[in-house]
């Protein structure tokens, strides 16, 4: 089997410093957890009502779009390409920066 892998791009690392900075990253992982990883894209707009800022919001909107997830006005969400590898990369690091901030 081939193994493949993906990185995080300069600009999802940038976002991820500010979400730590924010100190927003559990409720990332939460979101990235419960909505996209396992695969149920429904109410991941919905679910960006639990960050208290407007900017927090647009934060973690554009680190999930960054990851290949295109997230609609109607509130659904559904996957770009093959985000998969992408969406993992993320995971990952916000499981690690979590963990490492918990």
């Known amino acids: 089997t081939q193994f493949i892998s993906a990185e995080l791009t ?9 979400s730590l900075e924010r100190k927003i990253v559990s409720q990332q992982l939460n979101l990235v957890r419960t909505h996209i990883t396992l695969g ?24 999930v779009e960054l990851s290949g997830v295109q997230l609609q006005e109607d509130g659904s969400a559904f996957p ?13 690091s916000l499981y690690a920066l979590n963990f490492l901030s918990g």
């Open 10 to 18: 300069d600009n999802q690392l940038l976002l991820l410093l500010e």
């Open 40 to 63: 149920s894209f429904q109410g991941v707009v919905g679910a960006m009502l639990l960050f208290s800022q407007e900017e927090e919001q647009m934060l973690t909107i554009a680190l």
């Open 80 to 92: 770009r390409d093959q985000p998969f590898e992408a969406v993992a990369a993320l995971f990952v």
